[in-house]
């Protein structure tokens, strides 16, 4: 397992460096998020061997049963929250999260404010855009981002660092890529998680500053 984690590692930052390169940006431009769900500790265990710092998560409880015992030997470990959150699960994702990528309702906007103070951690915020407009996928609408980052900031004083997309599956996903990167823009943002296994080259083109990739990391999910 250590030894396949480990060239598949060195094959997706090779590939980074050549999209930054392409892009005429510098290639440490691009923080890569190890998308490790369902994936064992000792997967990750053996990508922190191997120089990977930064791991992605779908589900808290998941993260909170894998990712404690290993920082104490990884002090530079970071975990990103990044799949959809309920509201009764928000003071467990501020408790084991350093960045939660997935905001978007104000029911969640306000469940974490209140889960930030009784804790005493304030992770790093990204907001959801449903670049699509795809009903079945969760995020805000990109016509309502600016009031929602708005309230936010201004209402809910919640450390909103970026904004991240999913594009839709079919179709060139660089205009939505594109899309993302000018509404972040318009809004003084400076972190965009964008692409992931199959498309992350086409949103480093766009100006994304993370990207998310697990199955080329770590194989297929069980």
């Given at each position: 397992?250590?030894?396949?984690?480990?060239?598949?590692?060195?094959?997706?930052?090779?590939?980074?460096?050549?999209?930054c390169?392409?892009?005429?940006?510098?290639?440490?431009?691009?923080?890569?998020?190890?998308?490790?769900?369902?994936?064992?500790?000792?997967?990750?265990?053996?990508?922190?061997?191997?120089?990977?710092?930064?791991?992605?998560?779908?589900?808290?409880?998941?993260?909170?049963?894998?990712?404690?015992?290993?920082?104490?030997?990884?002090p530079?470990?970071?975990?990103?929250?990044?799949?959809?959150?309920?509201?009764?699960?928000?003071?467990?994702?501020?408790?084991v999260?350093?960045?939660?990528?997935?905001?978007?309702?104000?029911?969640?906007?306000?469940?974490?404010?209140?889960a930030?103070?009784?804790?005493?951690?304030?992770?790093?915020?990204?907001?959801?855009?449903?670049?699509?407009?795809e009903?079945?996928?969760?995020?805000?609408?990109?016509?309502?981002?600016?009031?929602?980052?708005?309230?936010?900031?201004e209402?809910?004083?919640?450390?909103?660092?970026?904004?991240?997309?999913?594009?839709?599956?079919?179709?060139?996903?660089?205009?939505?890529?594109?899309?993302?990167?000018?509404?972040a823009a318009?809004?003084?943002?400076?972190?965009?998680?964008?692409?992931?296994?199959?498309?992350?080259?086409?949103?480093?083109?766009?100006g994304?500053?993370?990207?998310?990739?697990?199955s080329?990391?770590?194989?297929?999910?069980?």
């Amino acid at each position: 397992m250590s030894d396949a984690i480990e060239l598949n590692l060195a094959r997706i930052r090779e590939r980074i460096a050549e999209a930054c390169l392409r892009a005429n940006r510098p290639p440490d431009a691009v923080t890569l998020v190890a998308v490790s769900k369902t994936h064992p500790a000792e997967a990750v265990a053996a990508a922190l061997a191997a120089g990977q710092a930064v791991f992605g998560e779908n589900r808290v409880q998941e993260a909170a049963a894998k990712f404690p015992p290993l920082r104490a030997p990884h002090p530079a470990l970071r975990l990103h929250i990044i799949g959809a959150l309920q509201t009764n699960k928000a003071r467990d994702a501020v408790r084991v999260a350093d960045v939660i990528e997935s905001l978007d309702r104000d029911r969640l906007a306000i469940a974490l404010r209140d889960a930030m103070l009784k804790e005493g951690r304030r992770p790093g915020l990204l907001v959801q855009v449903n670049v699509g407009e795809e009903p079945q996928k969760a995020g805000i609408a990109p016509g309502t981002a600016g009031d929602f980052l708005r309230a936010c900031r201004e209402e809910w004083d919640l450390p909103v660092e970026g904004l991240m997309c999913i594009p839709p599956a079919e179709g060139d996903p660089r205009p939505h890529f594109a899309a993302l990167a000018n509404l972040a823009a318009r809004h003084g943002l400076g972190t965009l998680s964008m692409g992931m296994s199959a498309d992350f080259e086409a949103a480093i083109a766009e100006g994304a500053t993370h990207v998310r990739v697990g199955s080329a990391i770590f194989g297929h999910r069980a």
